[in-house]
């Protein structure tokens, strides 16, 4: 089986579950290895558990519910998990402390802040955007070197950290159910912790086949019987759809709205045709127009332009960050954790260029050389930080709207990602849209803050039509072929004529067939998988 770049269509999809309706993504083929596993041999139990991990790059999320026979979807049986007190987002963060335990999101971060020797795990040792690592042309970047330099300290590979992670957020999560008054009443501990549970992770609609199957393989790993990846912003799609169902006075028949799902990695940009009103939101109409794409344009990325700049203000300062954390009695790590965390409660409170966002007040140990020191972030700079991550999305959606057919209305821009919580980013778009169509972030009301991927998976919309994603690779076979000029010109020596005769092919391409002495073109490709035209 061979791995080449070509545009591939999936057409597998996935059997419904007691006739119930099922969210019918734009799933992969099993060529893509999207797909973990087939249901076949599930439990007897008639009620079924269903988890949706949103996967994301900074933060992940975790819904749930329970499938009962001839139960239509609806957002009152999909509950989020607070996997800590009060918090439903977890930080994508993970270590193994010296004595080879496993920490991870809210509780790792309580022992990175803690002062007690006994309960702190030092920021040198704690993993962070490992995502990132999956696409090629991160994998040799600055964050890619930072996540494979941290992880070979660990003395671990990136796959194990994802099955370890998968483990421990399903056993969070069912610890979760047991304390979740919502399902206490219903369920026994006995019967949630026997019970099969049906997970989906999501993924960005970014990626690509080996991405796709490293996710695969190491959700299996993790023990998981039943996986399938879901594209994120379908997912995102789907949750936006049942929140306006009560309002059918928002869409018409034909309207389009392109989904921006942005995170803290990617983006994704997909546009929706909506196909009319259904009963509920579970039966309303939705369908790709165009072609989608993603980038590399998440929240990070500002914090990695701000991440460049600090360290060119110390180095001018002091010659080198070293030197700089040496007078402050400070290890690197645990300084540059410090003023990124401070630069996050910047950011997101950062609106337009006259504003001043503040300064990055890095404190010394006790004792040190260097008490304090100090920086201010001017609104032209902290302006600069995001301008080209900017630039980027805008590229995206004026990709979507030169796509979509002319006679289609865009009604709507949805940023349901984490980084639609940017005041100065939905600012800047609304500038850019705001007259053509509606802009909608986090903030706004239709869209909201309740984890719409996680949430939006468990829906399992009946009429979201399936249909190809345009990709970059594809799956076939290289075969042999006799020769042919019209067929085969890059193996031709002359100009192709109408007839065969008389051409003469490459010899160093086309063979002679030892048995037959037909001539023959070797390692032709065949895909298995139906092009997107």
Known sequence: MAEKRRSAAPDERRSPINKAPRLKLDTPSRGNDFKATQKKGVSDNPTRMFLSI????????????????????????????????????????????????????????S????????YNIPAEDVIDLWKLVLYKQHKDSDMGKRVVSKLKKAGKTLSQLLTTHFSAIVAKSRDALKCDSRVVLDFSDE???????????????????????????SAKAAGFKYVELVYEPHCAAAYYANNIM???????????????????????????????????????????VGNPEGALCGSQF????????????????????????????RGEASVLDDAQRQFETLKRGFEEKKQIPGNIFIRGSQ??????????????????????????????????????????????????GGFGQSKYLMNCLESKYGRRFKVMG??????GRNEPVSRG????????????????????????????????????????????????PDPTKVKPDPFTGEMNVHQRWMPILTRVR
């Open 111 to 118: 022992r990175v802040k803690s002062t007690d020797p006994d």
């Open 54 to 109: 949103d996967y994301g790059t900074k933060t992940l999320s975790v819904a749930f519910r329970f499938l009962r026979p001839n139960e239509l979807p609806n957002l009152t049986n999909v509950i989020t998990l607070e996997l800590s007190k009060n918090e439903q987002l977890q930080p994508q963060i993970v270590a193994w402390a010296a004595d080879g335990t496993f920490h991870w999101g809210s509780e790792l971060d």
């Open 191 to 217: 019967q949630i912790d026997s019970m099969e549970i049906e997970v989906f992770i999501s993924v960005p609609q970014m990626w690509k086949a080996p991405a796709n199957r490293f996710m695969t393989q």
């Open 442 to 447: 986090q903030m706004s009301t239709a869209v």
């Open 367 to 416: 004792g040190a050389e260097r008490r304090k020191w100090d920086v201010e972030i001017s609104g032209k700079v902290m302006a600069a930080f995001f301008d080209s991550v900017i630039k980027s999305i805008g590229n995206c959606i004026d990709y979507q709207l030169r796509e979509c057919p002319g006679k289609k209305r865009i009604k709507a821009l949805i940023i349901p």
């Open 302 to 329: 500002v914090n990695e332009n701000f991440l460049e700049w600090l360290l060119q203000s110390i180095e001018k300062e002091f010659g080198s960050l070293t030197t700089f954390c040496q007078q402050l009695g």
């Open 246 to 288: 009560n309002t059918p006075s928002q869409l018409s028949k034909g309207d389009v709205l392109i989904i921006a799902d942005i995170g803290g990695g990617t983006g994704d940009f997909v546009s929706y045709e909506f196909g009319g009103h259904g009963d509920d939101g579970a039966k309303m109409p939705l369908s790709i």
């Open 457 to 504: 998976a468990l829906l399992r919309y009946a009429d979201i039509e399936t249909r190809g994603l345009s990709s970059n690779e594809s799956f076939g076979v290289g075969r042999t072929e006799a020769f042919d000029p019209r067929f085969h010109p890059d193996v031709a020596n002359k100009a192709i004529p109408k007839l065969r005769r008389g051409v003469m």
